[in-house]
């Protein structure tokens, strides 16, 4: 290694699988050095993001919900089935957790812990921050990169409950009906920039949000889909929100189902109870209303896991039809297929092409359990602070 030029070294290095560069730090404190080069972390990232993602699940359950797995997508060129690859992770020592999101190979958990709540984890280097605690309610979290100053962000929009007295005008037999309560709740918008020990208060807000299932951070901006349909960014770099143009859908009686993000497009995902498909519209040109496309229509299927005696039944029968508010787009893979979770349990990937569906293999131990996924760049990144 000292032999070869430095350009050299790292395009070797920098196209090596992630846990073969974890282990190389153990060989001596010159290769440690070299690898946690902040050159080495970007040029490894950058070949990361040109190939399919990698993903962090969590198996869901009362005794091991405390345990995340890095998985991995594999074909067999014998029989071209796929299968989900998993590798247990350490984890920090928590009494429970919630996974979040994922950014730039950087986990967001929710946490329980005497001292803290949040924590920012590198499941490969072992790293993590503690965030110091709320004084706020909890609400809808957004973790993300603010490429202006090259710190990373929470954002939490939280919901102050409240009561207060109201009359209610309906008439009936004996007069007006006493006042009654009725809870309401202010939104309130508070930001971390992970380097400060101190949660800052940018007021409140007129829109409530939608919880979102995973990341969708688009071009410095997290995004959310607020409950009257609209969507609404908030630039990691200014700290303001933005509406973002809709599709055209929005003016019919279709509502989006949840934002996505697509090889880098923000996308949003779209149900009708009435009509049998699924429709994911593509904004190829970003805040520019013209450029949604109506890019995947998915048709109804149930994977064999979810299936009543799925050996004796056809996934084409209508009593087995999943609802799509059950359906999760999880990412678009370099093989134009589409990778979505039904009802937290199944992973399938969808061929646009033949319109056709395959099951992922999960290992066979976790497959009667819930997993909660989030699409994953695994990477060297250290937490700056």
């Not at 067999?76 to 950014?103: G, Q, R, W, Y």
């Not at 994977?303 to 999760?328: A, E, M």
């Amino acid at each position: 290694m000292d032999r070869l030029p430095q350009e050299v070294a790292l395009e070797i290095l920098s196209r090596l699988p992630l846990l073969s560069l974890v282990q190389s730090k153990s060989v001596c404190r010159a290769w440690r050095t070299f690898i946690q080069d902040q050159l080495l972390v970007n040029k490894h990232f950058k070949h990361m993001v040109e190939n399919d993602p990698s993903f962090i699940l969590q198996i869901m359950g009362h005794c091991i919900q405390k345990q995340l797995y890095f998985g991995d997508l594999s074909s067999d060129p014998n029989d071209e089935n796929v299968m989900m690859i998993a590798k247990k992770l350490t984890i920090p020592t928590l009494l429970s957790f919630h996974l979040v999101s994922s950014c730039n190979g950087l986990l967001l958990l929710s946490a329980t812990h005497p001292s803290f709540e949040l924590c920012i984890y590198n499941p490969f280097t072992r790293d993590y921050v503690e965030l110091p605690k709320r004084s706020h309610h909890a609400g809808v979290l957004g973790f993300g990169f603010d490429p202006t100053t090259k710190k990373y962000k929470v954002v939490e929009i939280s919901y102050k409950r409240t009561t207060h007295l109201y009359f209610r005008r309906r008439v009936v037999r004996f007069g007006m009906r006493p006042a009654s309560q009725t809870a309401a709740s202010s939104v309130e918008i508070h930001i971390l920039t992970v380097s400060s020990n101190t949660w800052r208060n940018l007021g409140s807000f007129p829109f409530r949000f939608v919880l979102q299932k995973s990341q969708v951070l688009v071009n410095g901006k997290l995004h959310w889909r607020a409950t009257t349909n609209l969507i609404m960014s908030f630039d990691l770099a200014t700290e303001q929100f933005k509406e973002v143009p809709s599709p055209d859908f929005i003016a019919s009686n279709r509502r989006i189902h949840e934002l996505v993000v697509l090889r880098g497009c923000l996308s949003a995902v779209s149900f009708d109870d009435d009509n049998e498909e699924l429709e994911i519209w593509v904004m190829k040109e970003y805040d520019v209303k013209e450029s949604w496309v109506k890019q995947f229509s998915i048709g109804a299927y149930v994977p064999k896991i979810l299936q009543p005696n799925y050996q004796c039944h056809s996934s084409n029968d209508p009593r087995f039809h999943s609802r799509k508010k059950w359906i999760q787009v999880l990412c678009l893979l370099k093989s134009g297929g589409l990778l979505l979770q039904y009802r937290n349990k199944a992973l399938v990937v969808y061929d646009p092409h033949c319109r056709t569906f395959q099951d992922v293999e999960v290992p066979r131990e976790e497959i009667p359990r819930c997993l909660r996924t989030v699409v994953h760049v695994a990477s060297l990144n250290w937490i700056g602070t």
